[in-house]
């Protein structure tokens, strides 16, 4: 069998992402607040229709849910980011009330680069929105590697340095668990 | 009994302190400078604040406990996101930014991008010949 049949077969017999599956299925159960058979029936068609539409095939979406692959690490990993990320939401609200309460607010804001080292579309996804949350830098653009962040307090341009204090703290934990 | 009066008066002070950020998140748009200082501020506080309202109304309704973790995380998805929609459609209609603002890296390399586009434009119309030497 040449490799082109046997991808066309594997396509079309594919169940798609076990991942999105359980948790398109988890959803439902919480929504329903039920475990009823007959709902868990129409949870589990529902479920299973939305996963193949969206993670087979060859679609960008399919190669997105493809990318992410449980396993214990990455699901350790996965915690202690939401533990880095919670810390850093309080420490970014905190200074956040520094600036908004201040008498006066004195801020120096611009828009810096910052190169990352993830690699994949989730990890990446994923970056830019604990950026977001984190002190006072939001995600402008992308382009390849690069962020362009929107920092509200520049304290220094050099790229290294606003890596490190910018992308930092998260980049680690992301990297083990998406890539 | 007073397992639920303890349980009440925790779960209002969590909400109550939610409402505090949120309450400081609207301060922060009257007050910051700019339209993207303003989502930052906007951003920020609200997504706490969110969290902690959750977070006391599951205090308070423990049952919920599943529903509410449920609309904390679409919070914490699509805050950032319409954040940084917001803020790039915004840098991209060129609204300006707060006298205070230092550099901008974003409108460097555009500006650097549409100024190569200009001059490989305007080489490839008056030096069709300097094209085929550089092939």
């Keep these: 069998m040449s490799d082109n049949t046997k991808s066309t077969l594997k396509d079309l017999t594919s169940f798609g992402s076990p991942v999105l599956f359980v948790f398109l299925i988890a959803t439902w159960c919480i929504i329903n607040d039920s475990l009823a058979p007959v709902l868990l029936i129409v949870g589990a068609i529902l479920s299973l229709v939305i996963t193949r539409l969206f993670s087979a095939g060859s679609s960008w979406t399919a190669e997105l849910w493809r990318s992410v692959r449980l396993s214990p690490a990455m699901l350790r990993h996965f915690l202690a980011y939401l533990g880095v990320f919670i810390v850093e939401l309080v420490r970014a609200n905190i200074t956040m009330l520094g600036y908004v309460y201040a008498r006066r607010i004195d801020i120096r804001p611009g828009v810096v680069r910052v190169g990352t080292r993830l690699s994949s579309p989730v990890g990446r996804l994923a970056l830019a929105n604990s950026v977001a949350l984190t002190p006072g830098s939001l995600v402008l653009a992308r382009e390849g590697d690069t962020l362009y962040i929107h920092w509200l307090d520049v304290k220094t341009t050099d790229p290294d340095e606003t890596a490190r204090l910018i992308v930092g703290p998260f980049e680690k934990h992301l990297e083990a668990a998406f890539g | ?135």
């Design chain 2, 1 to 135: 009994m007073a397992e639920t009066a303890l349980r009440e008066i925790l779960g209002s002070f969590v909400v109550l302190a939610g409402a505090f950020f949120l309450f400081s998140a609207g301060l922060g748009v009257l007050r910051m400078p700019d339209a993207f200082t303003r989502i930052q501020a906007g951003t920020k506080a609200t997504t706490l604040g969110n969290l902690l309202v959750m977070l006391g109304v599951g205090i308070l309704h423990p049952d919920w406990a599943l529903k509410l973790l449920l609309v904390a995380g679409f919070v914490l998805i699509t805050n950032p996101v319409s954040s940084h929609a917001l803020a790039r459609a915004g840098h991209f209609i060129g609204i300006p930014m707060a006298p205070s603002t230092g550099a901008d890296a974003l409108r460097d390399d555009e500006n650097a991008k549409a100024e190569k586009a200009k001059a490989e434009k305007a080489g490839a119309e008056n030096g069709a010949d300097r094209a085929g030497d550089g092939a």
